[in-house]
Nanobody, 127 residues
């Protein structure tokens, strides 16, 4: 079992930055590929970014590419999402997810790939 706790969300203005953190406990974190997803009101949960066990491979949704960066610190059992140049359309609840496998594979955007989910942290970007 893995427990995931997100933090770092908040209310910011367009153009600002935020860094989200996801602290993991339970199963060996370094063996897990990790992902970030988000869900806006009335919309489906969508993929944001993913990272393999070593941090050597990362994947991004087109909507955040060049603005967001996913990283991990296996010594701290934590994965991060650095979000720059935030836009109002980035407003959503952001969720951290973990796989029981070390790599995300060819389809990191599939929610069904992930075995564990956090409770989410709200990010609100005002215009």
């Amino acid at each position: 079992q893995v427990q995931l706790v997100e933090s770092g969300g908040g209310l910011v203005q367009a153009g600002d930055s935020l860094r989200l953190s996801c602290a993991a406990s339970g199963r060996t974190f370094s063996n897990s590929a990790m992902g970030w997803f988000r869900q806006a009101p009335g919309k489906e949960r969508e993929f944001v970014a993913a990272i393999n066990w070593s941090g050597g491979s990362t994947y991004y949704a087109d909507s955040v590419k060049g603005r967001f960066t996913i990283s991990r610190d296996n010594a701290k059992n934590t994965v991060y999402l650095q979000m720059n140049s935030l836009k109002p359309e980035d407003t959503a609840v952001y969720y951290c997810a973990a796989r029981n496998l070390a790599r995300v594979g060819a389809t990191p955007w599939l929610t069904t790939l992930y075995d564990y989910w956090g409770q989410g942290t709200q990010v609100t970007v005002s215009s």
